[in-house]
């Protein structure tokens, strides 16, 4: 972990390179965290796991030197409750030495254990996450989602690309002012796997029917590019 003061001189070296005032340049130093396939919640009933089921209180302790309790009983003294969750996480950073992914994760857990935060909720709505591991090589199951016409043979539903990365990553505006971002991985020669995360729902039981409609889409995309 890094202390208060390491953090400083990181802030001030990124302002003296970037030319950023210190707030813009403490932001981009506690990133969220970003999940990868294999690190996505399992199902739970909005869509989502908690916190605590995603990273264990031991796995907690080991990265900051305490675990959930702790950190939970600090940020009640903090008046964290009170508080939104940027400046719960800096205070994590600036002041306790966090790593900015796991003060972002402590956060989180935080705002789930007192009822601030539903699981699967984010700052934009409630999001789903579901993936799938298919027999054909990463190129192919990303084409399945680049290509407009082969990705019309399995999702029935109107889609506005957004951003590419090939092989790597897909976006894309879906109804509803909803937004869908697939990442992909190689699992070998012939076997890769996609993850799905679809954000911006307004209300977890919609969460929670897409996420029944992206289990479905995908096991059509597995037997049509597995036929």
């Known amino acids: 972990m890094t202390d208060h003061k390491s953090f400083k001189r990181r802030v001030r070296a990124r302002m003296e390179r970037t030319g950023e005032s210190y707030t813009a340049a403490r932001a981009?130093?506690?990133?969220?965290?970003?999940?990868?396939?294999d690190e996505r919640p399992a199902s739970a009933g909005t869509g989502a796991a908690t916190?605590?089921?995603r990273l264990s209180d031991a796995r907690v302790a080991e990265a900051t030197g305490h675990g959930y309790d702790f950190w939970?009983?600090?940020?009640?003294?903090?008046?964290?409750?009170?508080?939104?969750h940027t400046r719960i996480a800096a205070h994590l950073v600036e002041e306790h030495g966090l790593d900015g992914w796991w003060a972002q994760s402590v956060t989180v857990a935080y705002e789930q254990e007192r009822g601030l935060r539903l699981p699967g909720?984010?700052?934009?709505?409630?999001?789903i996450s579901v993936s799938k591991t298919v027999n054909v090589p990463v190129?192919?199951?990303f084409a399945a989602f680049a290509d407009p016409e082969a990705r019309a043979r399995w999702l029935p539903t109107p889609v506005e690309e957004r951003?590419?990365?090939e092989n790597r990553r897909f976006t894309a505006d879906l109804p509803e002012d909803t937004r869908v971002a697939a990442t992909f991985q190689a699992k070998g020669e012939h076997k890769s796997a996609v993850g799905i995360e679809h954000t911006r729902f307004t209300d977890a039981d919609r969460a929670a029917r897409w996420k029944g409609a992206w289990r479905s889409h995908l096991a059509d995309l597995a037997n049509l590019l597995e036929e």
């Open 121 to 127: 909720q984010k700052k934009d709505g409630f999001a």
């Open 51 to 53: 916190m605590r089921d």
């Open 139 to 141: 190129e192919r199951l």
């Open 72 to 84: 939970f009983a600090l940020l009640d003294s903090w008046e964290g409750t009170t508080l939104g």
């Open 163 to 165: 951003t590419t990365k």
């Open 28 to 37: 981009h130093l506690i990133p969220a965290p970003v999940p990868t396939v």
